[in-house]
């Protein structure tokens, strides 16, 4: 028997629950409606920063107990930060679903940050930045969201930078969490086998005893800034490129018809249009895709491809080809139907990763208080019209709105 459910507790905290008696593991998830871009001026990379020392220590365990609490049971516990979001999430047989969202429960509102943890996780987190560094496919997308964000929280590298980590004190994730972590932008999202009342019960015994308050700060909204083409010389043997702009929010209506163009120009499908009519028909590049990300109150649309120096020329035209074809020279509507096929199929199959299932469904319930079902989501792309879709493309694929940012080898 498979049924679904949301709750409120007392204190704010929503429960959102997808039940599947088939199922012999549990997800659980606690997520959180602050990230990066809710970070002060000058203190990049904090929401990370926290996310990390969350596990070093709490009020009764150390940095080991709260490793191995899962792990003895075969479990798993992890986190993320995004620009919106933090979330913390741990996978266990279903006879350790307490377990598992006791340990969530204390490292969120018992955390103590124990000042001689704290150094050793800034050399961690700076590792980690300069391994972003060394991989320019990693990189030069966060130096595109700084470029296009410029001048906004949303631009803001998730890790922040060396300099940034090195001046945290204690105090400012303190004032952070004072801040940003209320009961009200909580989600505790459970998927799996255990029954309806446990849940309800251990979300009670857990999460309804929070009394984190809004104190009302209120996201300072993007302006899309001019266009702007940089480039800059790295240590790498191809040519990377990256461009794009401010796209459709989370709200907009527009949203599904550019996850369908996206999808049709350089999705994750072999028969991409930049994949069949570039990779494949010349050899040109190895990886040439494109993205899109939809944030509360924006969003953002690129294209990323890597080549070598002397076919950086082609590979630019060729894609300007691609873009000019899909705003001129309209699909018929039986191909057309066919693509909106392809990308339902796709979402279907994702449902089969349960754990990014009820992950998404939590971020949902986040920013809209309801879940879509496959549904509603397969309706929403159903409807969207080949006049629709052209209206769109000719918006987000016109150039003249792009920024772009290329990463030039230094030999």
């Given at each position: 028997?498979?049924?679904?459910?949301?709750?409120?507790?007392k204190?704010?905290?929503?429960?959102l629950?997808?039940?599947?008696?088939?199922?012999?593991?549990?997800h659980c998830?606690l997520?959180?409606?602050?990230?990066?871009?809710?970070?002060?001026?000058?203190?990049?990379?904090?929401?990370?920063?926290?996310?990390?020392?969350?596990?070093?220590?709490?009020?009764?365990?150390?940095?080991?107990?709260?490793l191995?609490?899962?792990?003895?049971?075969g479990?798993?516990l992890?986190?993320?930060?995004?620009?919106?979001?933090?979330?913390?999430?741990?996978?266990?047989?279903?006879q350790?679903?307490e377990?598992?969202?006791?340990?969530?429960?204390?490292?969120?509102?018992?955390?103590?940050?124990?000042?001689?943890?704290l150094?050793?996780e800034?050399d961690?987190?700076?590792?980690?930045i300069?391994?972003y560094?060394?991989?320019?496919?990693?990189?030069?997308?966060?130096?595109?969201?700084?470029?296009?964000?410029?001048?906004?929280?949303?631009?803001?590298?998730?890790?922040?930078?060396?300099?940034?980590?090195?001046?945290?004190?204690?105090k400012?994730?303190?004032?952070?969490i004072?801040r940003?972590y209320?009961d009200?932008?909580?989600?505790?999202?459970?998927?799996?086998g255990?029954?309806?009342?446990?849940?309800?019960?251990i979300?009670?015994k857990y999460?309804?005893k929070?009394?984190r308050?809004?104190?009302?700060?209120?996201?300072?909204?993007?302006?899309?800034?001019?266009?702007?083409?940089?480039?800059?010389?790295k240590?790498?043997n191809?040519?990377h490129?990256?461009?794009?702009?401010?796209?459709?929010?989370?709200?907009d209506?527009?949203?599904?018809?550019?996850?369908?163009?996206?999808n049709?120009?350089?999705?994750?499908?072999?028969n991409?249009?930049?994949?069949?009519?570039?990779?494949?028909?010349f050899?040109?590049?190895y990886?040439?895709?494109?993205?899109?990300?939809?944030?509360?109150?924006t969003?953002l649309?690129?294209?990323?491809?890597?080549?070598?120096?002397?076919?950086?020329?082609?590979?630019?035209?060729?894609?300007?080809?691609?873009l000019l074809?899909?705003?001129?020279?309209?699909?018929?509507?039986?191909?057309?139907?066919?693509?909106?096929?392809?990308?339902?199929?796709?979402?279907?199959?994702?449902?089969?990763?349960r754990?990014?299932?009820?992950?998404?469904?939590?971020?949902?319930?986040?920013?809209?208080?309801?879940?879509?079902?496959?549904?509603?989501?397969?309706?929403?792309?159903?409807?969207i019209?080949?006049?629709?879709?052209?209206?769109?493309?000719?918006?987000?694929?016109?150039?003249?709105h792009?920024?772009s940012?290329?990463?030039?080898?230094?030999?």
């Amino acid at each position: 028997m498979q049924y679904f459910f949301t709750d409120k507790l007392k204190n704010g905290v929503k429960v959102l629950y997808n039940h599947d008696d088939k199922c012999v593991v549990t997800h659980c998830a606690l997520m959180l409606g602050s990230g990066t871009r809710d970070e002060s001026t000058g203190k990049e990379g904090l929401a990370h920063f926290i996310e990390h020392t969350l596990f070093k220590g709490t009020k009764k365990r150390k940095a080991y107990h709260i490793l191995n609490c899962l792990e003895t049971v075969g479990g798993e516990l992890n986190a993320y930060t995004t620009k919106e979001e933090t979330c913390l999430h741990a996978t266990v047989m279903n006879q350790d679903l307490e377990r598992a969202a006791e340990l969530i429960s204390d490292i969120v509102f018992n955390a103590n940050f124990p000042e001689k943890e704290l150094q050793k996780e800034k050399d961690v987190v700076i590792d980690e930045i300069h391994a972003y560094e060394d991989t320019p496919y990693e990189q030069i997308y966060d130096d595109f969201e700084t470029l296009v964000f410029k001048g906004h929280t949303l631009g803001h590298p998730i890790l922040g930078t060396v300099e940034s980590v090195q001046n945290f004190k204690r105090k400012d994730i303190l004032e952070y969490i004072k801040r940003q972590y209320h009961d009200g932008e909580m989600i505790f999202a459970v998927g799996g086998g255990v029954g309806k009342e446990k849940v309800m019960q251990i979300a009670e015994k857990y999460f309804s005893k929070g009394s984190r308050k809004s104190i009302s700060v209120k996201r300072k909204l993007f302006k899309a800034n001019k266009s702007v083409h940089l480039s800059a010389v790295k240590n790498t043997n191809q040519i990377h490129y990256i461009t794009g702009c401010p796209a459709f929010s989370l709200s907009d209506k527009n949203r599904y018809t550019l996850i369908l163009l996206n999808n049709i120009l350089g999705g994750p499908g072999m028969n991409s249009k930049l994949n069949l009519n570039i990779r494949e028909k010349f050899g040109y590049t190895y990886t040439i895709e494109s993205g899109y990300h939809a944030y509360s109150d924006t969003g953002l649309f690129h294209i990323y491809f890597a080549t070598d120096k002397k076919n950086f020329s082609k590979v630019r035209q060729l894609l300007d080809k691609e873009l000019l074809k899909l705003i001129e020279q309209p699909m018929s509507e039986r191909q057309f139907a066919q693509y909106k096929k392809q990308l339902i199929g796709q979402i279907v199959i994702s449902q089969e990763n349960r754990l990014n299932l009820l992950l998404g469904m939590a971020k949902s319930m986040l920013y809209f208080n309801k879940t879509f079902s496959l549904k509603e989501v397969s309706a929403n792309i159903e409807n969207i019209s080949l006049a629709d879709f052209i209206k769109v493309a000719k918006s987000i694929l016109n150039s003249k709105h792009h920024s772009s940012l290329t990463y030039l080898p230094n030999q």
